[in-house]
């Protein structure tokens, strides 16, 4: 995305909807010229520009932001693939024009998850429109609509906030999660309390993600830095098959996502092995899907020095460590590591 050549794309977008003039203009008033906003300040500015209470169901808001941005879902039948997908294409031309079409798909994402991938994809939309404004003196040096790594984490962090307001991620302590839990999932958490990792579990995430129409990796990139991980002094890391991603090559176990507390930091990209999670290749390779393994590690992480607010030193964590592996359809297989990570 985008397929057509567009460019500028504010201009055709400026066209096609006044749901996208009042959302220029808003971006405009509170936005600095040059600076492309975080993915959750855009989607607030969708929801104030059409008016939306934070309660509204993913389903109604998704529907109802694709209507009033002129944004079409492609039918199951076009949208082959496992992944979603954004594009932009000309319509058939008839007397009087030829107009741009704004189509989105969620791939093969179970029902589950539709409602998120479509958010995801249409929010490339807004984020080409935001890296041309910021871009506006100068020229990019990507095409607008490339999915660079900016550009993946701005629209998770708008899908997010759509299906899920910052004003309910409040909500979420301890004890909101745990009267969450069914009574099954309550059983399977507190099998860990022996290694004090009860509190937070594959279970509690999986939970999260039912009930906000969530996958577990949306849910962990919301967890980056929320205050339960500060409360429950522990830290998330999901690991994958992957080359490194600045060489394109060395594929191994590295790490992919984490979600941290306030106070430390875990190096992404980096192998598993040479951070201490030296048990998760084996894991990786040998456990089945959605079973949790304990074992203990030594962990070496990274923690804020006290004293020092930019500065950071390297620490070595000797801890208990669960381990699930999650095979996704769409994605293949990852692990999951949740841990103790005190101050």
Not at 44 to 49: E, F, G, K, P, Q
Not at 161 to 189: G, I, N, V, Y
Request: aromatic share 10%; hydrophobic share 40%; net charge positive.
């Amino acid at each position: 995305m985008p397929d057509a050549d567009i460019s500028p794309i504010r201009s055709a977008l400026l066209h096609h909807r006044s749901a996208w003039t009042a959302w220029f203009r808003a971006v405009d008033g509170s936005v600095k010229e040059g600076v492309v906003p975080g993915g959750a300040e855009a989607a607030v500015l969708v929801r104030s520009v059409l008016q939306l209470p934070s309660k509204t169901s993913p389903t109604r808001l998704v529907s109802s932001v694709r209507q009033a941005f002129g944004i079409e879902e492609a039918d199951r039948e076009s949208a082959t693939g496992a992944q979603g997908w954004a594009k932009v294409f000309l319509s058939q031309p008839t007397l009087f024009a030829q107009e741009h079409v704004f189509q989105v798909a969620a791939g093969s994402a179970p029902t589950s998850r539709r409602q998120l991938v479509l958010a995801h994809e249409i929010a490339h939309f807004f984020y080409a429109c935001l890296e041309e404004r910021a871009n506006a003196a100068s020229k990019p040096k990507k095409p607008y609509g490339t999915r660079t790594r900016q550009a993946e984490q701005f629209c998770w962090d708008f899908a997010i906030e759509l299906s899920c307001p910052l004003e309910q991620q409040r909500k979420w302590t301890l004890a909101f999660l745990r009267d969450m839990l069914t009574p099954k999932e309550r059983m399977l958490a507190d099998t860990l309390s022996s290694h004090g990792l009860d509190q937070l579990t594959y279970w509690h995430l999986r939970r999260l993600a039912s009930q906000y129409y969530l996958s577990i990796r949306a849910v962990i990139r919301a967890l980056d830095h929320h205050p339960i991980l500060d409360e429950a002094l522990m830290g998330i890391a999901v690991f994958r098959e992957i080359p490194n991603q600045w060489t394109g090559r060395e594929t191994g176990l590295r790490l992919w996502q984490y979600a941290r507390p306030s106070w430390g930091h875990i190096i992404s990209n980096k192998r598993a092995a040479k951070q201490g999670f030296t048990s998760a290749g084996d894991i990786f390779d040998e456990s089945t899907d959605q079973h949790t393994i304990v074992v203990p590690e030594s962990l070496h992480l990274w923690r804020r020095k006290s004293n020092e607010r930019a500065h950071w030193e390297m620490v070595r964590n000797k801890t208990a460590c669960a381990y699930t592996t999650i095979d996704v359809k769409s994605e293949g297989r990852y692990l999951l590591a949740i841990w103790h990570w005190p101050r």
